[in-house]
């Protein structure tokens, strides 16, 4: 059954890899290769200091099974050109379908240029026969520890949000996921050096003793003739690996068995707001926008993504002795990862866009509802770090925080719809994994949210000259205030205009865009 579903896996990506896809792919692979062949170059490096070229490789495994188990939160859920559901009626077991999926996981370019930047282990055994046969024993078992690592995270997050009893155990792991990202940061900013150095036994011991690292340490006990080390390690890799093969196979029978429940909370915080918008074409989306930003699974880990994102590259600055770092700019960052995380809001409904377009002139107002939708959602919480916040640490930012706040809000509401409508892409039905984007290429988002990024910061120039043209005069360094107000509602007039346009005059092939079986 393996092989079938690798070959199946090949004929997808043989038929797949075209135009866009195509160029996107092979942009990722060469980023890919350029990180693996400076994997492979570190690990060839000689090191003053005994010992300390085994601590380096096992860092560097270690970044990259972080990479696999964050980079799917970023780049759309991981790869699922096989989606488990499309196999719920044929006779595998839990345990058979999961190894098959793996098999076809390592058919793709992110497992091969994790391969080759794992052939390190066969560079770090360079000189010793025995070292080298046991390097390449343990390069197949250390790259099928990250993805199933991967596979394992992504269909546990999505499980948990699947229910409404895992809503709140859901939103601790993606808390856990948000500390991750900051020690993967600290690991190699601060104590890179320090491995580097051999400065730290307690580090080096970490580093050789979390299964990342069993690897170079069975190649380091080949090299010295230390067996029962080796066979330990690479034991550990086995029996780990299986482990995780089972526990993947459990969750893909619950995902491939149960129907998801609604898992938002009860329609009284949504319906509150609801009852007090007008009883026109504009409120009515909005109303269905907030209860659909509530129980819809994708969008509320997208909320949840923003304000975990937010902090984690805002607060680190500050624990690492920075001053205030950029915390009282929490508030903007929320905005624009929201912004980031919600470019695709076309997507997200799918074929359900087809009853906005069978109602008259409903274009102007699903996407001024839309809009205004993504404002009552994001610019509460921003509003109350944009406020609080610099006061907590540096009240001179205040001129800064204020006059750039409405002006991402505004823009970021424009981009929201404009995005949508222009660059939407499908995404996989309600049972699939929450954070998947389906065969979108990981990269093709990444761009997305580049260009967006690109776009709030044309928005915030013309402020960001008024504030600075009046540093040090408080009246004149407080016009970017009014600068940011008007940048910001011409940015959401103007841009929802386009959008609106856009929509009207070519629904039918958005349409036909985002209903596609992924």
């Known amino acids: ?131 080298v046969v046991v390097a390449v024993l343990a390069l197949p078992l250390q790259l099928a520890l990250a993805v199933l690592l991967s596979r394992v995270a992504m269909a546990g997050l999505g499980a948990a949000l699947q229910s409404r009893r895992g809503r709140d155990l859901g939103v601790l792991l993606a808390a856990l996921v948000g500390v991750m990202v900051f020690f993967a940061q600290a690991l190699v900013q601060t104590l890179g050096p320090v491995v580097v150095d051999g400065d730290s036994p307690a580090l080096t011991a970490v580093l ?21 080390l080796v066979l330990a390690a690479l034991a550990g890799l086995v029996v780990l690996g299986g482990g995780l093969l089972a526990v993947w196979g459990v969750l893909l029978h619950r995902r491939t068995t149960r129907v998801p429940v609604n898992v938002g909370p009860s329609a009284r915080g949504s319906g509150s707001v609801a009852r007090r918008l007008p009883a026109t074409p504009v409120g009515a989306v909005v109303a269905k926008e907030l209860r659909t930003w509530f129980r819809d699974p994708r969008r509320r880990v997208a909320l949840l993504s923003a304000v975990i994102v937010a902090l984690v590259a805002s607060v680190p600055p500050a624990l690492q002795g920075e001053g205030g770092g950029g915390i009282p700019f929490t508030g903007l960052v929320v905005m624009t990862v929201g912004c980031l995380l919600a470019g695709n809001l076309y997507g997200m409904d799918g074929s359900a866009l087809w009853l906005t377009l069978v ?51 505004g823009g970021g509401s424009g981009l929201v719809v404009l995005l949508s409508v222009f660059t939407a892409y499908p995404l996989p039905d309600q049972r699939a994994n929450p954070f998947s984007a389906g065969n979108n290429p990981g990269l093709l988002r990444v761009l997305l949210q580049l260009a967006i990024t690109l776009l709030l910061a044309v928005v915030a120039l013309p402020v960001v000259a008024v504030v600075w043209l009046g540093s040090g005069v408080a009246p004149l360094e407080w016009l970017g205030v009014p600068t940011g107000v008007a940048v910001g509602v011409l940015c959401w007039w103007w841009w929802g205009r386009i959008a609106a346009r856009r929509l009207a005059e070519r629904g039918p092939e958005l349409l036909a865009v985002v209903a596609k079986h992924v």
């Open 1 to 131: 059954m393996v092989g079938v579903l690798i070959r199946m896996k090949w004929r997808v990506l043989r038929h797949s890899l075209r135009g866009k896809e195509a160029v996107l792919t092979v942009g990722g692979a060469i980023l890919g290769l350029l990180a693996a062949v400076l994997t492979v170059l570190v690990a060839a490096a000689d090191f003053p200091t005994p010992g300390v070229d085994t601590d380096v490789l096992a860092g560097l495994l270690l970044l990259w099974t972080l990479g696999w188990l964050f980079a799917p939160l970023f780049t759309g859920g991981g790869d699922e050109t096989l989606r488990p559901e499309h196999f719920a009626l044929l006779p595998f077991t839990p345990r058979q379908l999961a190894a098959g999926l793996l098999g076809a996981a390592f058919l793709g370019v992110p497992a091969i240029v994790t391969a080759l930047a794992f052939c390190a282990l066969v560079v770090h055994a360079a000189g010793s026969l025995p070292a």
């Open 208 to 228: 050789r003793w979390v299964p990342s690292g069993w690897g170079p340490v069975a190649v380091d006990a080949a090299g010295r003739g230390e067996w029962p």
């Open 359 to 409: 109602t008259p002139e409903a274009a102007a107002a699903d996407v001024r509802g839309r809009q205004l939708a993504w404002l009552l959602l994001i610019t509460p919480v921003a509003a109350v770090l944009v406020v609080v916040l610099p006061a907590l640490t540096e009240p001179a930012t205040y001129p800064w925080v204020l006059a750039l706040a409405p002006a991402l809000a």
